[in-house]
């Protein structure tokens, strides 16, 4: 009895020993599973052939990918080296000490200059204009719309469009026209619909969609460095901005009361609408005929500006960090040093990555490479995000509590929706001790 | 007492001649059951009793402060947490009485002498032996608006089983009733066939009525293995969590167990989830209590 449980003890010691030598030349990034995540896998495999360190990007769906993160942080885990986390995350993990800080190597390589400022100010930065930075910018993200270019191009519905609105059928330039337009083709008797907007409440989806009209409309949800909501996230603007969603959600397939990214690109495959709100990242499935049937006739338009000609878009992507509990941070450290490199972003681009680099945006070989991507370059440089604080989920959920009824249902009015939300978000941030 | 009931070994078996006695082979059998309950139940159950009095959390270095019963208090003052519990008590109501009227129903149509009797009660069971996660997706295309079956079927147009608040509930439950009235079904054809076959000779002699042979005869004799039946669905369906979590995310189908997830692994509020837990807890083990002594009361009979 005693010599086997010697053997077995000894055999496990052994696959301790053998397992920590072979990860000294490994690198595990942990990602959520989409195409960008693919994309950068194969960056990666450039990298193992450069230097000789195998790098794999592991996966988890959308939906239990902030668990399982976390999840693994709080267990201090040191089964990912490095995470590409959502922007909002990042009080949180910094705060905990999940995170690497990355401020020295910020500093070193300028990446304030070499990273469009949206990027750095929302992905890296923690506090708000601290100078701290957790993570470098990787993939670049905001909301954009794709459309119908043979709906909107078709003479007849040109014609009765300007008989109807007396402006001519085009991609919409402001929230009135999107508005009008979404109306216009809203034909439930055909089984057309006019627009395809996030309504899935369970995790930042109806958030973000909100977010797009709230931020056009010139207004905020809250001040994020006094913490003070009241009369912000309850603003005349914030309400109109929340009244316009609820009647975009009129105009809506029928059953979209769970839409996210998936639903969304569908809306354009299955030709059930006119206009759809989605990720800049979704967008290549939409140009790729194998994945949209329609993709010759897909246009795309950046985020349309508010009444006051303010025009933001709910931003999206993930910053690159090393986790702290990693046992490989200077090697970490070596394939953030490549991962900077302009040649590292530019080939990034090409392999469909949204980079975060300014050099490559402005470049005017990204710009026309895609049919999206001159919007995308627009678009990242006026975007805004949600809170960051470590609270964030609690502040995520009692937004969806108190908006999704009103937006899906009718129940209430914006008003009494958004009042009732500051009341929540100041009793969370007493709770916090921020205010 | 357990030594005198046991069987004594074989003194030709292969674990005799190694010098074990049984008592050391219950031990062997009993012993890593008992550790494993306790390093993975008992101790999980007790440890988190305590953190449901902290503030702690678990995405954060910050030590647990004790905070007495403000986690409690909170929790039911909060309207929400209410509105949570209505909606799974609804829930339950309507998902087990579905279950039961169906389960027990098929059951009586089973039990009598038809061809294919064994093929006809496997295939019922099927919808049981799927994974909740597999029921949800399949069922969530089955209700879809445009394309799905159930409202081409009906002939209801575009329906929005899902997405409508009021219906969406009733929706998680008829999935719930599909999937789990043959539990209910096997369960009570158990006891069906247990009912001695002269009751119903003397009650056809006396010339009783259906109506009079089913409430006074079927019913009460098939009543204890129905409770069970009843016990182990109203204890799942209050631990609903798949089913409504993946078919929609409509407010009004937020069960308990939804909004405890939410709480524990995206909030990370690890105390204050504790605490809910531990009143989800309560609350089911009061539920059963009634139940079983119900359930004696009706074995007493």
Redesign the interface.
């Known amino acids: 009895m005693r010599k086997s449980v010697a053997g077995l003890l000894a055999g496990i010691s052994f696959m301790f020993a053998s397992g920590t030598s072979a990860q000294s030349q490994e690198l595990t990034i942990f990602w959520a599973e989409w195409d960008p995540a693919n994309y950068l896998q194969e960056l990666v495999n450039e990298y193992e052939a450069e230097t000789g360190v195998k790098v794999t990007v592991e996966t988890t769906p959308w939906a239990d990918f902030?668990?399982k993160a976390?999840?693994e942080?709080?267990a201090k885990g040191s089964a990912y080296d490095m995470v590409v986390g959502d922007s909002q995350w990042i009080g949180?993990a910094s705060?905990?000490?999940h995170y690497v800080d990355l401020t020295e190597f910020f500093n070193k390589h300028k990446l304030n200059e070499v990273m469009a400022p949206a990027t750095v100010k929302y992905y890296s930065e923690y506090p708000a204009n601290s100078g701290k930075y957790w993570s470098i910018p990787a993939e670049g993200d905001a909301v954009g719309w794709s459309y119908r270019k043979d709906w909107f191009e078709d003479p007849k519905e040109m014609e009765a469009f300007k008989a109807k609105y007396g402006y001519d059928l085009a991609p919409p330039k402001d929230w009135k026209q999107l508005r009008d337009i979404a109306e216009f083709f809203h034909r439930?008797d055909q089984?057309r619909y006019g627009i395809a907007i996030y309504t899935?409440?369970?995790?930042d989806g109806l958030v973000m969609g909100v977010e797009n009209a709230i931020f056009s409309f010139g207004g905020e949800l809250g001040d994020y460095s006094t913490y003070k909501v009241d009369g912000i996230i309850n603003s005349e603007q914030n309400v109109k901005a929340l009244e316009t969603y609820r009647e975009l959600y009129g105009f809506t397939?029928?059953?979209?009361?769970?839409a996210f990214f998936v639903e969304n690109n569908q809306a354009i495959t299955?030709n059930?609408a006119a206009m759809s709100m989605n990720y800049f990242a979704f967008f290549p499935a939409l140009v790729n005929e194998a994945s949209n049937p329609n993709a010759k006739v897909t246009g795309f338009f950046a985020n349309p500006a508010g009444p006051n000609g303010d025009q933001y878009a709910a931003l999206g992507g993930q910053g690159i960090s090393i986790v702290s509990y990693s046992e490989n941070k200077e090697e970490a450290m070596k394939f953030l040093e490549w991962f900077i490199k302009d040649e590292t972003q530019k080939r990034w681009a090409e392999l469909g990555g949204y980079t975060a680099s300014a050099k490559v945006l402005e470049s005017e070989e990204f710009q026309n490479a895609t049919p999206y991507n001159k919007a995308f370059y627009e678009t990242m440089f006026k975007v805004k995000d949600f809170w960051a604080t470590?609270?964030y989920?609690?502040l995520?959920?009692q937004m969806n509590?108190r908006i999704?009824?009103y937006v899906?249902?009718g129940q209430g009015t914006a008003k009494e929706a958004l009042d009732a939300l500051a009341k929540d978000w100041n009793a969370t941030f007493k709770k916090y001790g921020r205010q | 007492m357990a030594t005198v009931v046991m069987t004594s070994l074989d003194s030709k078996s292969r674990a005799a001649s190694r010098g074990m006695s049984d008592i050391k082979i219950r031990n062997l059998f009993i012993i890593p059951t008992i550790l494993f309950l306790i390093v993975f139940n008992i101790f999980p159950l007790i440890y988190s009793l305590g953190y449901s009095f902290t503030d702690f959390r678990?995405?954060?270095?910050a030590p647990a402060a004790f905070v007495g019963l403000q986690n409690y208090r909170e929790l039911l003052n909060d309207p929400?947490i209410w509105a949570n519990f209505a909606i799974t008590a609804k829930y339950v109501i309507v998902s087990v009485t579905g279950q039961v009227v169906v389960g027990f129903g098929t059951a009586m149509l089973l039990n009598r002498e038809i061809p294919f009797k064994g093929l006809i009660t496997t295939l019922l069971l099927l919808p049981m032996m799927l994974s909740m996660a597999v029921v949800g997706l399949f069922w969530k295309l089955l209700y879809?608006?445009?394309f799905g079956i159930i409202n081409y079927a009906l002939g209801l147009g575009?329906f929005?089983?899902?997405?409508n608040?009021d219906m969406a509930l009733y929706a998680v439950a008829i999935t719930d009733i599909w999937m789990w009235s043959p539990f209910v079904m096997l369960l009570s054809l158990a006891g069906l066939s247990a009912v001695p076959r002269h009751l119903y000779e003397a009650a056809a002699i006396d010339r009783a009525g259906p109506f009079y042979t089913f409430f006074r005869i079927t019913l009460p004799l098939v009543a204890p293995i129905l409770m069970i039946a009843i016990i182990f669905r109203t204890m799942e369906a209050f631990k609903t969590f798949d089913l409504a979590y993946i078919l929609?995310?409509?407010?009004t189908t937020e069960v308990i167990s939804i909004r405890l997830y939410?709480m524990a692994?995206?909030?990370?509020?690890t105390g204050r989830s504790c605490a809910l837990a531990y009143i989800v807890l309560i609350m089911v083990l009061a539920i059963t209590n009634i139940y079983v002594k119900y359930l004696n009361r009706v074995k007493e009979r």
């Open positions: 902030q668990t976390f999840t942080f709080n949180a705060e905990a000490g439930p089984k899935d409440n369970s995790y397939p029928p059953g979209w009361a769970k299955e059930l470590p609270e989920a609690e995520l959920i509590q999704y009824p899906t249902a | 678990a995405s954060t270095n929400f879809d608006p445009s575009s929005e089983w899902l997405a608040p929609t995310s409509q407010p939410k692994f995206q909030e990370w509020q």
